[in-house]
Structure formats: structure tokens, C-alpha cells
């Protein structure tokens, strides 16, 4: 493993000579900021160092990807680049900082909109892109999202959905909160698929008396998708609830067959999407911002 030979190494992470100072000293962003956006990028001369914060960000993700964000530690990612813990705090602060690169580096890719897509299409396949990534990535939802500042990959994504909303007549603080409003959808309905597989999971290694560590790509999908806690939910109701005790669930399930004719064909992620797009759509027509005649 390399070592940090760096004059002014110690066992405790120092403070880069270079950090600039918090926003409440200087009235101006924090430092976590100006570092996420580049803004404070340490001008040194002589040759580029060997570490650098990508690396480090990089490393971190894969660890995640691999074991969940739990396995991230600054020990973890020290032995994953083969340098000492020390020489990571030269280039992020701490953990606190790592967790907020992250969470803008794993947005670096935006989704690929045709161009002259209509604001709808292009909202659709944008939130479908968020709920996606998340879903490929679990680890993302445990982040401390509400801490976390917006980093320009992140507010890539932002620039992305107010050109799909350009054509329409809005002021700009309510596309702001129709693009917000979507954002808070595709983090419910990440986390409501998530959690329900981490559960369904869980119960598959319980009965299989397999070790709480056991990744789930060693477990049988068939099994996992059998254990999810609401597989069942809509038999369940119409099996059990009682006109007493829940009259209204008895009532609309009592002749419910199992099928419906008229009722969504898509997944439950596209359904979701919709019934919320069909919400903004009816917002714009009382705007004005769209046509009130049906088109």
C-alpha cells in the first residue's frame, strides 16, 4: 500500500492548509459546496498527484454498488485506492463530504431525451430515469439526500427537465415545483420498491437459514418475488376484510374478480408516472399554460 508522505501527516485528519474557511466566517458558500462544484480545486505546482477526488468518490461508489452504502468507510476506500487513510483527508474532508460527492457523481449521466420531445414524453422518460437509477443503485435512498447540497450533475438533471417544460407559459418558480414534485414522487416510489424487496430478501434468508450478509444475487428470484410482503395484498383484502369491520374495502372488493378490463396495463412504475403527470396536466390547462380543449 502507498503511503502519504506529505510534510504535516499525523495520526488525526487535518484541516488542508488550502479548505477555505465556513460560510459563517466569510458570508460566502460553505466549503463542501464550493468543492463540490469546483470551485475551490487546490492549485498546485509540479506534477498532478497520483490520488485524486475522483478516485476516491469512484472507489466509494464501488464499494457501495458492491456491499451497500454501510461498507463505506474512509479505512475501506484507503485500502480500495492503496493509500493510507491520512492521504484521502487531503482531498475530501471527511465522510460527511464523500457521502455528498457521491450522491451528485452517480447523477453524471443524463437520460437520452429525442430531441423536440413534448413536455409530457419528456417528463415521462425523465422521472422513469430517476426511479430506474435508484432502483439500480439502493444504496442512493440511504444517503442523506435532504443534507445533501445540489451538485452540478445533479442540477444537470434540473437544466434537463425545465428544457422539456421551455415550450410552456409558466413562470419559472412553478416549473421549479413541478420538476420538485416529481422529484418527491420518484423517491417514493424507489423507496416503496426497494424496501420492499430488502424485506422480501431478508424473509427469503431467514427461511433458508442463510447469514443476514448473504448477497441477494445468491438468492433464488423466484423466492424473492414469492416472499414480497404485498404480492397478495389485493386477494388478501378481498378474501378477508369483513363488511363490519372494513365496509368500504368489503364493498369494492366484494364483486372484484381479479381482473380488470378498463383498468391500467402497464407496470405499477408507468401507472404511478401517469396518474401524477395526468395531475400537472390538468395544473397547466388551469394555467393557461396549455389548451383547455382537450388537446
Same mark, same amino acid.
Given at each position: 500500500?502507498?503511503?502519504?508522505?506529505?510534510?504535516?501527516?499525523?495520526?488525526?485528519?487535518?484541516?488542508?492548509?488550502?479548505?477555505?474557511?465556513?460560510?459563517?466566517?466569510?458570508?460566502?458558500?460553505?466549503?463542501?459546496?464550493?468543492?463540490?462544484?469546483?470551485?475551490?480545486?487546490?492549485?498546485?505546482?509540479?506534477?498532478?498527484?497520483?490520488?485524486?477526488?475522483?478516485?476516491?468518490?469512484?472507489?466509494?461508489?464501488?464499494?457501495?454498488?458492491?456491499?451497500?452504502?454501510?461498507?463505506?468507510? &474512509?479505512?475501506?476506500?484507503?485500502?480500495?485506492?492503496?493509500?493510507?487513510? &491520512?492521504?484521502?483527508?487531503?482531498?475530501?474532508?471527511?465522510?460527511?463530504?464523500?457521502?455528498?460527492?457521491?450522491?451528485?457523481?452517480?447523477?453524471?449521466?443524463?437520460?437520452?431525451?429525442?430531441?423536440?420531445?413534448?413536455?409530457?414524453?419528456?417528463?415521462?422518460?425523465?422521472?422513469?430515469?430517476?426511479?430506474? &437509477?435508484?432502483?439500480?443503485?439502493?444504496?442512493?435512498?440511504?444517503?442523506?439526500?435532504?443534507?445533501?447540497?445540489?451538485?452540478?450533475?445533479?442540477?444537470?438533471?434540473?437544466?434537463?427537465?425545465?428544457?422539456?417544460?421551455?415550450?410552456?407559459?409558466?413562470?419559472?418558480?412553478?416549473?421549479?415545483?413541478?420538476?420538485?414534485?416529481?422529484?418527491?414522487?420518484?423517491?417514493?416510489?424507489?423507496?416503496?420498491?426497494?424496501?420492499?424487496?430488502?424485506?422480501?430478501?431478508?424473509?427469503?434468508?431467514?427461511?433458508?437459514?442463510?447469514?443476514?450478509?448473504?448477497?441477494?444475487?445468491?438468492?433464488?428470484?423466484?423466492?424473492?418475488?414469492?416472499?414480497?410482503?404485498?404480492?397478495?395484498?389485493?386477494?388478501?383484502?378481498?378474501?378477508?376484510?369483513?363488511?363490519?369491520?372494513?365496509?368500504?374495502?368489503?364493498?369494492?372488493?366484494?364483486?372484484?374478480?381479479?381482473?380488470?378490463?378498463?383498468?391500467?396495463?402497464?407496470?405499477?412504475?408507468?401507472?404511478?408516472?401517469?396518474?401524477?403527470?395526468?395531475?400537472?396536466?390538468?395544473?397547466?390547462?388551469?394555467?393557461?399554460?396549455?389548451?383547455?380543449?382537450?388537446?
Amino acid at each position: 500500500m502507498s503511503t502519504d508522505t506529505t510534510p504535516g501527516s499525523s495520526d488525526r485528519p487535518q484541516v488542508p492548509a488550502d479548505q477555505p474557511q465556513d460560510a459563517g466566517a466569510t458570508g460566502e458558500l460553505p466549503a463542501v459546496v464550493r468543492r463540490l462544484w469546483g470551485a475551490d480545486a487546490p492549485r498546485r505546482r509540479g506534477p498532478k498527484p497520483a490520488l485524486s477526488t475522483g478516485q476516491i468518490v469512484q472507489a466509494a461508489i464501488d464499494l457501495a454498488d458492491a456491499e451497500g452504502l454501510a461498507s463505506v468507510s &474512509m479505512a475501506r476506500i484507503a485500502e480500495a485506492v492503496g493509500y493510507t487513510p &491520512m492521504a484521502l483527508y487531503r482531498h475530501v474532508s471527511g465522510k460527511d463530504e464523500l457521502l455528498v460527492l457521491m450522491a451528485d457523481a452517480v447523477a453524471k449521466d443524463l437520460p437520452d431525451l429525442p430531441a423536440g420531445v413534448g413536455w409530457r414524453a419528456g417528463l415521462e422518460a425523465w422521472t422513469r430515469a430517476q426511479i430506474d &437509477m435508484g432502483l439500480d443503485r439502493p444504496w442512493f435512498l440511504d444517503l442523506p439526500l435532504s443534507a445533501a447540497p445540489p451538485g452540478p450533475n445533479r442540477v444537470r438533471w434540473m437544466d434537463q427537465a425545465f428544457g422539456v417544460l421551455r415550450g410552456l407559459d409558466l413562470p419559472a418558480d412553478e416549473k421549479l415545483a413541478i420538476v420538485g414534485l416529481l422529484a418527491q414522487h420518484v423517491l417514493g416510489e424507489a423507496r416503496v420498491h426497494i424496501e420492499t424487496r430488502r424485506a422480501a430478501a431478508q424473509r427469503v434468508r431467514q427461511e433458508a437459514g442463510l447469514p443476514d450478509t448473504t448477497p441477494d444475487s445468491e438468492l433464488d428470484p423466484a423466492a424473492i418475488e414469492a416472499a414480497d410482503p404485498y404480492a397478495d395484498f389485493d386477494t388478501m383484502i378481498a378474501r378477508l376484510a369483513d363488511p363490519t369491520t372494513y365496509p368500504h374495502l368489503f364493498e369494492a372488493f366484494a364483486a372484484w374478480t381479479g381482473t380488470s378490463t378498463d383498468g391500467p396495463t402497464e407496470d405499477d412504475i408507468t401507472f404511478g408516472i401517469g396518474v401524477v403527470l395526468d395531475g400537472i396536466e390538468a395544473f397547466l390547462r388551469r394555467r393557461g399554460a396549455l389548451p383547455d380543449d382537450g388537446s
